[in-house]
C-alpha cells in the first residue's frame, strides 16, 4: 500500500494505492505522470524519518511518494 502526496503552493491532493490492486496502482501511475510532466519532482519515502530519495518513475512498492510543485518568484 501506498501514498502518493502532491503538494502546490497551500494545495494538497492525497491519493491512495494498494499494490495488489491493479486499478489502484494504473490510477496512481497516471496521476504520478500527469505532475512529472507539469514539472513536479518525486521524492520516495520509504520509513518514518527517512530522507527522501528523488525518482523519476512511479514505484508502486514505495510507502510514500511526494510530488512537489516548482514555484514560480523570485
Known amino acids: 500500500m501506498g501514498w502518493l502526496k502532491v503538494f502546490q503552493g497551500n494545495q494538497e491532493e492525497k491519493l491512495y494505492w494498494r499494490g495488489e490492486n491493479e486499478e489502484d496502482v494504473r490510477?496512481?501511475?497516471?496521476?504520478?505522470l500527469h505532475y512529472q510532466r507539469q514539472g513536479f519532482i518525486?521524492?520516495?519515502i520509504s520509513g518514518q524519518g527517512q530522507t527522501g530519495v528523488q525518482i523519476t518513475e512511479f514505484d508502486p512498492e514505495a510507502e510514500e511518494i511526494f510530488m512537489l510543485g516548482l514555484v514560480d518568484g523570485g
Not at 490510477?27 to 504520478?32: K, L, T, Y
Open 27 to 32: 490510477q496512481a501511475r497516471e496521476r504520478f
Open 42 to 44: 518525486a521524492c520516495k
